[in-house]
């Protein structure tokens, strides 16, 4: 039988095969209308996504900072070149291993999962309560708790720095009421840890409550009338039911979630600034890796973008790799 050409084959409706029959159905009339909606979020992609990647790899390699910015130096009369350098910012990275990237990657990651678990657990604590169907005044108990959510975070966090002020703030004034001793929360790691761990559950339960409530009230009322006939009590309903039906819809948040709070600058820079500081390291007692770049790359005096970009994509590759592990064991990806 002779072979049917991709136009012909278009026209009998039989399915072109092949990458270039895919592209003429791409740039046929129905693809050319999905491509100009998709136009925008690619362009917006390519500039805010792709193109900074791509930049910081390429900068990783140089010694970029502020002695070797390209300019032109009115002192010396000459351009401050940047050179090539080959891996030697990540060999600096790497002789700062013991010191500053190893610490620094465990808090990220600890900081990443526990943030995690404790709004997801939070969240979900507080959606089961939500949705109980006598339980009253639950609009405004729903409006409520989404508050913290709604508000600007910048703001919040602004609060919160206040609230913890070692002297004057809200928290060791209610702390002494107690009788504990004030706590010097941003002046001591550990504790400004637990204050990071506290302002981001604030932050971040509203979302999870959401997410959470939605679901469950996706969940056929009819599940839980038949396992009530059968004799289930409320703890199995929510063992057999509720929780495996919530946990298919918020695997795929959960790792989100997780490679967010890898990245979450905010609240770090904002609450703590990265500190306090370690003895004998660039990096603070609470810097993750992306304000620890940030440090590196803008704060300090040498600004040595180089350095800074290499730490951003190990970054990138440390995101990719906890994002792509936890795909595969989780399967958040996979059709359900």
């Known amino acids: 039988m002779r072979r049917l050409s991709v136009a012909t084959r278009t026209v009998v409706g039989v399915p072109p095969r092949g990458w270039w029959s895919r592209l003429v159905r791409a740039l046929g009339p129905d693809g ?14 390519l500039v805010f ?3 900074p990647i791509i930049l910081s790899f390429i900068l990783s390699f140089t010694n970029f900072s502020f002695r070797h910015n390209g300019l032109f130096n009115p002192v010396t009369g000459q351009i ?27 808090w990220t990651l600890i900081f990443a999962f526990v ?12 959606a089961l309560i939500l949705n109980k169907k006598d339980l009253r005044g639950k609009w405004f108990y729903r409006t409520a708790l989404i508050l913290p959510w709604a508000a600007p975070s910048v703001v919040t966090i602004q609060v919160w720095s206040g609230l913890f002020e070692s002297r004057f703030g809200a928290v060791n004034k209610l702390l002494g009421l107690l009788g504990v001793a004030p706590i010097t929360w941003f002046q001591d790691a550990e504790w400004a840890k637990l204050a990071i761990f506290i302002v981001n559950l604030w932050l ?29 009590t409320g703890f199995k309903q929510l063992r057999h039911i509720t929780l495996p039906l919530l946990g298919n819809a918020f695997i795929p948040i959960i790792v989100s979630s997780i490679s967010y709070n890898i990245n979450n600058f ?27 770049a940030f440090k590196v790359g803008v704060q ?13 994509v190990v970054l990138f590759f440390v995101t990719m790799a906890v994002s792509m592990v936890n795909v595969r064991f989780t399967g958040a990806l996979r059709d359900r």
């Open 32 to 45: 050319r209308t999905a491509w100009l909606f998709l136009t925008p979020a690619l362009v917006a992609y």
């Open 49 to 51: 996504g792709f193109y």
């Open 80 to 106: 401050n070149t940047i050179d090539w350098i080959g891996f030697q910012n990540y060999l600096t990275i790497l002789r700062k291993a013991t010191t500053e990237v190893i610490p620094t990657a465990l």
């Open 115 to 126: 943030t995690v678990a404790l709004n997801t657990v939070a969240g979900v604590a507080l």
């Open 204 to 232: 971040g339960f509203p979302f999870m409550m959401s997410a959470a409530l939605g679901t469950l009230q996706s969940i056929p009322s009819e599940l839980y009338e038949a396992a009530r006939v059968d004799g289930a």
């Open 266 to 292: 905010g609240v770090i820079f904002l609450l703590t600034g990265g500190g306090p500081p370690m003895r004998g390291s660039d990096a603070g007692g609470t810097d993750i890796l992306i304000s620890w």
């Open 300 to 312: 300090s005096t040498a600004q040595a973008y180089g350095i800074g970009s290499a730490v951003a």
